[in-house]
């Protein structure tokens, strides 16, 4: 792994316009990076702005502000024929691969095309290719004669991932790659994922609203709730000693075998809908305050109010108004704005 991130996003606002509704904004001063051979996994609920920022990345969707860099070079704005020449480093898997892969050209035609367009490799070059491109995602070489509509659905993600590496690609944005499929074809797909990986050192930006299947494949995590990063860092240390409130809830959603943990679990998210039945909207209709304080069980007045920044607890940020600045240790007590600066301290300090 190289110390200089292959992608590295910045401040990453996206704004949609929505008839009538005026302006949505979708993502937010969103900061990740993704190192070579590296899986980042993105993880939220459906609408938290996932698809945005894998979209923005990929050049379908142009950001409001920020700043995507690749291989240390700008291309937020990149267009025409010089974000073309990006397809052979960036490529995308969707959940339905039906959709990506046209149903009228067979899987050969469909892997042969981007070597010869992208790659300009002869014909004869480019069978013989796609032969080794199917065995490489455990496919047998008979599949190129064959529609995609032929093969199960997790049969189809293997010929969305071969298409993805058939320009030897360097970061492929899965999105929902393994959403569709039952577990075990998701783990086999995962497994595969994985050790592509390993042999061709390419690096995966892993989007998905199941915390259970990115703690599973990636290395480091972003947590995002409303278009806001709440929490990023290790997937070890993230999962394992979540932080902020939001991961928490997220990962009490996970059922789990034992019966202790799982009623320990329910009565958690019992009190948080407790805690916030009769609350104001959300915050972020105000545009003020913490984005998820209208679900949170450990919220304050001051976090209806300011908008944490993030909090480098350890080698994780956080983005949540309990974790002290300065110690990145939680804060204990009612929290309060501090008279002379502003900064926010315990009450009674
Ligand atoms: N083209 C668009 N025009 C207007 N609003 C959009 C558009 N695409 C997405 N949105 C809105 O932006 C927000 C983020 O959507 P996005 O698809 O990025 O979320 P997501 O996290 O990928 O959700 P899911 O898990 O359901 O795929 C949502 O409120 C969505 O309705
Ligand atoms: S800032 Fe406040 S509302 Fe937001 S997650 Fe932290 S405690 Fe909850
Ligand atoms: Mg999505």
Do not use: W
């Not at 997220?250 to 998210?269: F, H, W, Y």
């Not at 209709?285 to 944490?308: I, K, L, N, Q, S």
């Amino acid at each position: 792994m190289t110390a200089e991130p292959l992608l590295d996003v910045r401040d990453l606002t996206v704004e949609y316009r929505v008839a009538r509704r005026g302006t949505l904004r979708a993502v937010h001063g969103v900061h990740l990076d993704v190192r070579a051979g590296e899986t980042v996994g993105l993880v939220g609920e459906s609408g938290s702005g996932k698809s945005t920022i894998g979209r923005a990345v990929l050049g379908l969707t142009t950001p409001t502000a920020g700043s995507i860099r690749f291989d240390g070079r700008e291309i937020a704005g990149l267009r025409g024929r010089r974000r073309a020449r990006l397809a052979r480093d960036l490529q995308v898997v969707f959940q339905d691969p039906l959709s990506s892969l046209n149903p009228s050209l067979t899987v050969g035609e469909l892997l042969q095309e981007p070597l010869r367009v992208v790659r300009r490799v002869s014909r004869s070059e480019a069978a013989t290719a796609v032969g080794d491109l199917l065995e490489r995602v455990s496919l047998p070489r008979d599949a190129a004669g064959r529609y995609p509509g032929a093969f199960s659905g997790g049969q189809r993600q293997r010929i969305a991932i071969a298409r993805a590496l058939s320009i030897d690609a360097r970061l492929i944005v899965c999105d929902e790659s393994v959403s569709a499929l039952d577990v075990s074809t998701q783990a086999s797909i995962l497994s595969l994922l994985r050790r592509l990986q390993h042999e061709l050192g390419v690096a995966y930006l892993f989007v998905s609203h199941d915390i259970a299947v990115v703690r599973n494949i990636s290395q480091r995590i972003v947590v995002l709730y409303k278009g806001e990063v709440m929490e990023r860092g290790h997937t070890a240390e993230v999962v394992d000693r979540p932080c902020h409130p939001y991961t928490r809830t997220l990962l009490d959603a996970i059922p789990v075998p034992d019966p202790r943990g799982q009623r320990e679990r329910r009565e958690r998210r019992l009190a948080a809908r407790d805690r916030t039945l009769g609350d104001p909207p959300p915050v972020a209709d105000t545009g003020t305050g913490c984005v998820f304080a209208a679900r949170c069980v450990e919220v304050h007045d001051v976090c209806r109010t300011h908008a944490p920044t993030p909090v480098p607890v350890g080698t994780r940020q956080v983005a949540c108004h309990i974790y002290d600045p300065a110690s990145g240790h939680p804060r204990v007590g009612e929290l309060t704005e501090g008279a002379a600066d502003g900064r926010l301290l315990p009450r009674g300090r």
